[in-house]
């Protein structure tokens, strides 16, 4: 029996065995295909990142002399070191998938340094910038905390996890003990720092994101056969996410996607590991609440990095900060846990849509950038990462994505191997070897070759979508009894050269977005189809991003809604009018009944720097009438105002937030009605970009129930406005508009920090936007 890591013992914390255990990624190889050119390009991204400029916040913190400064962006300005973390685990995937020997020698290196830093450290290995004081304040038992800073640190143990989970990688894929001791130290590390902690205080620490704490302490309870770090695992879990899970409750409107499945990962490894059903339930309510109801096509969910309320998918198509490819990195790990508890298909089919739809297409295949934000707004557009400027999250869980493809195409159930994937690999265990031919989507059709005898029977899925799966076993037809949503089992033993075709008849589908019936994305088989889009000519675009706070948001200028292709008539004329055009790669020409374009359907991972379009109104041609009038003149105010916008912020959302500096005294954030706000009984502020523009408006959003707050609004140290909230208002929002003197604005920067300070015995705000208008 297999289990769940090659190199990992069975300790206490296992209470049997798994049915189910996944391949290691070391025994599998990817051939010729698209994962196989994406693993290759992240390869040369990978090697392309400078080991010592990624060391350089960390040395910093040490005290010890670097070798060159740090990368900027998100490495210089809060979050420094976190890129260290995932380099580490996308250096491990890679030396495991590929045995490549530069990523070997980046690796030898990086541990070497890292044990010098961590002998200056007593443990630690962050590059939290202050973090010796930090670490001091919360050892005592100093602790102040809101949603991304603790102790006014941007999300340290978010940061310092990712070095964590890198150490355990290494280990895990490659079995070097160097990473493992240095597991162990900084383990101990962080014992001594919440040894004299009560749990209410460790909770209140854990109101700040801390990604997956939990799961990676879980899985060095494994390592080091070690009780103590499972009780650490299930005390680093917040409350605030798994007690309304064990409830059967959905309280994840309004919250930070990201910041909550980690977590949940976390809950379901320990669930894996103690066999604690309850927690196992919890995890798989969390699935159900975000993949079935707050996800879109292409596997990803959230807009603008938070979860918008189920019933409103507006957001979703409006919005250009649509799904964040981090959530689905996340997800993908949920999934593949939950698989190897439960056995269900429902998480192989999300996992294969996820991975092909969402994370395969995050990453520019030939430059080998990755995206931040996937916009389902019609007719918009994604950027890139620049190898040495985009230090974003989802860089650093693009390079692991990248680096790990093969770690799900086979599982292990009892003494069968199944085939999850049709991806072109080959596997090389010590009871079967084979390789998979395949050149799915562009055909319906795989084949296993087996390279040596094997008494293992084979269980390929039988996916959701397939139509009626035809079997052949050494060109003999097979009788397929299985159903959709089961596996097809063939009894071993097998000889060398033994071959098994299996045809899955792919049909094109719509599929509606939640709560928005009237949009439909196509699909053939599991694959999302898009259009390029052109709507302006001679426009030109950036798809690179760049250096800026905010490079990852793709802010030009947006396409109206009311004039992007739709289609009238019945959806099942729309199916039928698509045809599969020849010789080329899969692609679909449109029929008749398109107006305002008539697009070209390609899979969307293979749709790169254009605008595009995967979601399609489909109405009638009465009700379109009755809406184009309607919408035009709201997409007319949209782009007036975003035209005259130099910079917004919206309060109480964690990476606008960030992105603008955030600084605050007993300020409190939270959600009304969907919306997320912030106010104080002291003071925050932000930095707003004013870009060396002058004739300037503050533009605040208030809600009608908060009449009555009065505070001051300064910008950098002088006085702009006194605020009294209007009382008697009813429970909606309104805007206020504060003109900015132009003899206010600082001579030499392009930015200023603008301030809100409660008068004595009141409260500033609540705020639900700032928004800087030029007139």
């Not at 292990?412 to 009871?431: M, Y």
Request: charged share 20%; with cysteine.
């Amino acid at each position: 029996m297999r289990l769940v890591f090659s190199l990992l013992l069975a300790t206490s914390f296992c209470v049997q065995a798994a049915a189910l255990t996944t391949v290691p990624l070391k025994e599998v190889r990817l051939t010729d295909g698209p994962f196989s050119h994406s693993e290759q390009t992240n390869l040369q991204y990978l090697l392309a990142l400078d080991a010592d400029k990624l060391l350089a916040p960390l040395r910093r913190e040490a005290g010890i002399e670097q070798k060159t400064e740090s990368y900027g962006n998100w490495e210089n300005t809060g979050l420094d070191g976190h890129m260290l973390g995932h380099y580490l685990s996308a250096l491990a995937f890679m030396a495991s998938a590929t045995a490549n020997e530069q990523i070997k020698a980046r690796l030898d290196y990086l541990l070497t340094e890292l044990e010098k830093i961590q002998q200056a450290q007593q443990g630690y290995l962050g590059g939290v910038p202050g973090s010796k004081a930090l670490w001091q304040q919360i050892q005592q038992g100093q602790i102040e905390a809101d949603l991304f800073s603790l102790n006014k640190h941007w999300v340290p143990f978010y940061n310092i996890h990712k070095t964590f989970a890198g150490l355990r990688d290494i280990y895990q894929q490659t079995g070097d003990m160097r990473a493992k001791t240095l597991l162990l130290n900084y383990g101990n590390w962080l014992k001594n720092l919440v040894k004299n902690l009560s749990a209410q205080q460790v909770q209140q620490m854990l109101l700040t994101e801390h990604g997956g704490m939990n799961e990676v302490l879980a899985d060095m309870a494994v390592i080091y056969d070690d009780d103590s770090y499972m009780t650490l695992a299930k005390d680093f879990t917040e409350l605030r996410i798994l007690e309304p899970l064990l409830k059967g409750e959905d309280k994840l409107t309004g919250l930070h996607a990201n910041t909550q499945i980690p977590k949940v990962v976390g809950i379901a490894r320990i669930a894996e590991l103690s066999g604690d059903k309850d927690w196992l339930k919890a995890a798989e309510y969390f699935w159900s609440l975000v993949v079935e109801q707050r996800t879109v096509a292409i596997g990803g969910n959230s807009v603008r990095e938070h979860f918008h309320p189920k019933d409103d998918f507006n957001p979703m198509l409006n919005e250009v900060e649509g799904p964040e490819t981090c959530n689905t990195y996340n997800m993908l790990k949920l999934s593949m846990l939950l698989y190897r508890q439960t056995g269900q298909s429902k998480y192989l089919d999300y996992y294969e849509r996820g991975l092909w739809n969402h994370i395969l297409a995050s990453q520019h295949p030939e430059h080998g950038g990755f995206v931040y934000f996937t916009s389902m707004r019609p007719q918009h557009y994604r950027v890139y990462s620049k190898v040495d400027q985009g230090m974003w999250c989802c860089v650093g869980s693009g390079i692991e994505s990248h680096s790990k493809h093969g770690e799900f195409i086979y599982s292990f159930d009892k003494n069968a191997l199944q085939v999850n994937l049709w991806i072109a690999s080959s596997i090389n265990t010590p009871e079967i070897k084979l390789h998979q031919q395949t050149l799915f989507p562009d055909e319906n059709s795989t084949e296993l070759v087996f390279d040596a005898a094997s008494t293992l029977n084979l269980q390929l899925r039988y996916p959701s979508w397939a139509g009626a799966v035809k079997v052949w076993r050494n060109s003999k037809a097979v009788e397929v009894t299985a159903k959709a949503g089961e596996h097809i089992l063939l009894a071993g033993p097998w000889q060398q050269g033994d071959k098994v075709k299996l045809e899955l008849p792919m049909q094109l589908s719509l599929e509606a977005m939640p709560a928005k019936p009237d949009y439909h994305a196509v699909l053939y088989g599991p694959i999302v189809l898009a259009s390029r889009s052109t709507p302006f000519k001679n426009e030109s675009l950036s798809f690179v991003a760049d250096d800026s706070r905010m490079g990852h948001i793709a802010s030009g200028p947006t396409c109206p809604v009311s004039a992007a292709p739709l289609y009238i008539g019945d959806t099942k004329n729309f199916l039928a009018s698509l045809k599969r055009l020849p010789n080329q790669p899969l692609s679909f020409s449109t029929g008749q009944g398109f107006l305002q374009g008539k697009p070209e359907l390609i899979p969307f991972f293979r749709l790169h720097d254009s605008r595009y379009q995967i979601y399609f109104q489909h109405t009638s041609l009465e009700l379109w009438q009755q809406q184009k009038a309607s919408q035009e003149q709201q997409d007319k105010s949209a782009a007036l105002l975003e035209q005259q916008t130099l910079d917004k912020v919206y309060p109480g959302e964690q990476q606008p937030e960030s992105d603008h500096f955030y600084q605050g005294e007993q300020s409190e954030a939270g959600i009304n009605s969907g919306r997320h706000w912030r106010h104080s009984k002291s003071w925050f502020s932000y930095q707003l970009s004013h870009k060396g523009q002058q004739n300037l408006t503050l533009r605040l959003e208030y809600f009608g129930l908060d009449g009555g707050r009065a505070f001051e609004v300064w910008l950098d140290d002088k006085k702009l406005t006194d605020v009294e909230l209007k009382s008697g208002l009813g429970p909606d929002w309104y805007s206020v508009d504060y003109p900015i003197p132009n003899d206010l604005l600082p001579k030499n920067a392009n930015h200023f920090r603008i301030k809100f300070v409660a008068k004595p015995g009141n409260i500033a705000g609540g705020l639900y936007q700032v928004r800087l208008l030029k007139l």
